[in-house]
């Protein structure tokens, strides 16, 4: 199917014939929607969002309680996990979940794995919701095109490229989903009530079109709708959907500040403020946001310490590190876990040698140590040597601070057990590397 007539059923599919094709590029799965009233609120948007041709629309009716659905709930955990597991069973890119409240429908858009850190792509908060009229879902209601463009926004811009057509589609899409929307002149058929939540998903399919290629004028109209959506506060009904604008402001400045070299201090300084902002509202009752909230404020900070050499900022960097710690353990986010330890031993190396303590050093090492838990020497025999050679870099380091030649031994002792794994794999570079580490090391202990 040609791209331009895709588009064109975009924004005329709730008229086009539904119909089943093969040139579906993203899997999206409707769970039956906690509506109260029976009132098949889920099965009629899966017919809806069928007639999109690019979709491959699933309806998923099997009876479970969804009681943690209400985010005021303690239950987060059940949410994720219970999403995780459809998603795998009907291997879909995304999840679309609903929950009536007080005559609105609230859409929470789930993907696999959204808080792994690190993570290339933007984050998509589970607690990110949608709201929309409960009438656009009963028999006698129509449902809005404007809003359903949104809808097709989001699901296409949460989603991971994976396959070909949606790597080569997705960017190209979002470019011309908003376009129609900035188009589209239309009076608006939904109150000023639902704006805050479009708005917010408005700056998200946005920042997901251009976040790789920024220009200031991006900048200026994202950060305008985040800022339309936080502008009226009182009609955000949780306080967690504050939080979630506040973490996606902070994500375009994040961007921003990897991509423009003008202004980056600034960019930097805003990013961390709107995160600090964000971690207020998605606290520790949501411990995945706030485990990855902590994981950016961390490199952030620590970016703010390299360009400014305030020793606080570094260590706000290790404390956010700790935070995120709790969260991402080793059982249940293993390989998040490995990130997270390899950057404490990289932080913490820092931060003990800047206030000179034996004893921040030796965390630091312990941080590597946990990081070879998950890269063991038989599975990723480079992986593994390259992190004795930090270990063994931080002894060369006490050594040098504490004029001990028993450091400079057990540094000795670990380049030469990472040149053991370079030799065995021929990895020249490596070895290059580590043999000039180790002649560093023999000019004080020979």
Not at 190 to 207: D, H, T
Not at 369 to 377: D, G, W
Request: hydrophobic share 40%; charged share 20%; aromatic share 12%.
């Amino acid at each position: 199917m040609p791209l331009n007539t895709c588009l064109e059923n975009i924004r005329r599919f709730l008229f086009a014939p539904t119909k089943e094709t093969s040139e579906a590029i993203f899997r999206v799965t409707v769970v039956a929607f906690e509506d109260k009233c029976n009132l098949n609120c889920g099965r009629r948007f899966a017919e809806i969002l069928k007639h999109n041709p690019l979709f491959e629309v699933n309806f998923f009716d099997e009876a479970f309680p969804k009681g943690f659905l209400n985010l005021q709930g303690r239950n987060f955990f059940d949410f994720i996990d219970r999403g995780n597991k459809i998603l795998s069973s009907t291997h879909s890119d995304v999840l679309v979940w609903g929950y009536e409240e007080n005559g609105k429908i609230r859409l929470n858009f789930q993907t696999a794995d959204p808080y792994i850190v690190p993570n290339d792509e933007l984050s998509y908060s589970l607690l990110d919701s949608l709201y929309i009229p409960l009438s656009f879902l009963t028999s006698a209601g129509s449902f809005s095109e404007s809003v359903l463009l949104v809808i097709c926004g989001i699901i296409i811009a949460s989603i991971r490229p994976i396959t070909e057509d949606q790597i080569n589609n997705k960017p190209l899409l979002l470019k011309s989903i908003i376009e129609l929307l900035a188009s589209d002149t239309s009076p608006k058929d939904i109150s000023r009530e639902f704006m805050p939540y479009i708005m917010n998903m408005l700056g998200k399919i946005y920042l997901s079109n251009t976040q790789h290629q920024l220009s200031p004028d991006d900048i200026e109209i994202i950060r305008k709708l985040f800022e339309t959506a936080l502008k009226d506060k009182y009609l955000i009904t949780q306080p967690v959907q504050y939080g979630c604008v506040c973490h996606n402001m902070a994500q375009l400045y994040e961007c921003a500040y990897n991509l423009k070299p003008q202004q980056r201090y600034e960019y930097l300084k805003t990013a961390i403020a709107c995160y600090q902002e964000a971690h207020k509202y998605l606290n520790k009752n949501y411990p995945y946001d706030f485990g990855l909230i902590a994981y950016h404020l961390a490199v952030l900070y620590f970016e703010f310490w390299k360009q400014t050499n305030d020793l606080q900022a570094l260590r706000d960097a290790v404390s956010q590190l700790r935070e995120a710690e709790k969260v991402y353990t080793e059982t249940q986010f293993p390989k998040s876990w490995c990130v997270v330890e390899g950057l404490l031993g990289y932080y913490l190396t820092s931060l003990g040698m800047n206030v000179k303590s034996n004893d921040i050093m030796q965390l630091a090492i312990n941080g590597f140590r946990n990081q070879q838990r998950i890269f063991e020497q038989r599975i990723y025999p480079m992986q593994w040597a390259g992190i004795q050679e930090e270990i063994g870099h931080i002894y060369y380091l006490l050594g040098k601070q504490n004029e001990d030649e028993n450091f400079m031994l057990e540094a000795r002792n670990y380049f030469k057990s990472a040149l053991d794994v370079y030799s065995q794999l021929k990895a020249k570079p490596a070895i290059t590397e580590t043999e000039r580490r180790l002649a560093k090391i023999r000019n004080y202990i020979d």
